[in-house]
């Protein structure tokens, strides 16, 4: 059972493609303004969401996978939306994956049955087909091919532009099935958040942002 | 059972315009929630995003135009009938304007980023509003049929 927000999602700018964008189309501050207008309950659910699935490290994420595994757990079991949990599912998951990539392109060991690595739910398939080039995922998850190259070409911007743009297209998907729902808004704020995180690996991008918000702060838009 | 067939008859009579009234207000609330946060957005032409909300208020006009066709004196003979087309083209009324309102907040949210295809994203708007046009019309055929 989700909400209507017409108004929260008709206040939102249109979020370009994050390799698009040379802008952030709405800074952090408008967009916590404009995300008052959630149901108490779904701001909560939000904002413990986002501490878990920001792209980039944060004060607030756990540092260590015992602390991660324990607070996804948690989050799985208090979150009410449906489409919420099934994100956290779907990226930490991909994020399971592609440690589990890591991992095992630095030699280590296959982690031990009850070892707190990872978190969603392949999990077990990855352990059960560990020496598998995809771990037996490829149907799945068909960016498994190139994600695995791309870490033995040791390219890792390519890497992370292909592992956005995943989640990217799982969240324009979400947020077309209810363009007006909590779905809709929870997609945008990712979405949002993998901007900036590319937007901040761009120099010139990024030079362009900040001239923009000083232009915002002398002209008082 | 005579005053319940009656009963019935009296329904079919209000129900187009009270079914087309709750149904304007649903689509024009979601409409209206859209063109709010869409001024909070844009920087003018606020105007056309407000005009756009109002276009789901036709359906209860057309729900006005078919109860008063059917309004006739209620007899045993028509009130059947009265009933089926009242209470079908309300329906019809209805949903298709809480449809609209739906297909206006997309079009005010997307001819806010992209004001050049405000005109083309009413096509949906305009097509649902086709469906409410149809309703009508023939409910106003038929009731020409039923005993006066």
Known sequence: MTGNYYTLVGSLPYLPHFEKAEWLPISRLKLEQRLKMLAPEDAEELARAETLAAWQMTLAKPKTDAAMVARYREAMETTRQPALRDYLEYRLGLQTLVAALRRRKAGLPEPARGELWGMGPWVETILAHWHEPDFHLTVIHRWLPEARKHLDDRNALALERLLMNVVWQWLSRIAESHPFGFEAVFAFVFKWDILRAWLARDPAAAKTWFQELIKEVIHGR | METFIVSMGWIGIYAPLALG???????????????????????????????????????????????????????????????????????????????????????????????????????????????????????????AALPK
Do not use: H, W
């Not at chain 2, 980023?113 to 149809?134: N, Q, R, Y």
């Open chain 2, 21 to 143: 009234a709750i149904g304007s207000s649903f689509g024009c609330a979601r409409a209206g929630m859209a063109a709010c946060g869409a001024l909070l957005e844009v920087e003018g032409g606020y105007g056309k995003f407000v005009g756009v909300a109002a276009m789901p208020s036709s359906q209860t006009i057309f729900g006005i135009v078919v109860t008063m066709t059917l309004r006739r004196e209620m007899t045993l003979d028509n009130a059947a009938g009265i009933f089926a087309l009242g209470i079908l083209s309300g329906v019809a009324l209805l949903v298709s304007s809480i449809q609209q309102g739906s297909t206006c907040a997309a079009a005010i949210n997307a001819s806010k980023s992209k004001p050049e295809v405000f005109g083309i994203s009413l096509a949906p708007a305009a097509l649902v509003e086709g469906f409410s046009v149809f309703a009508m019309v023939f409910a106003l055929v038929l009731a």
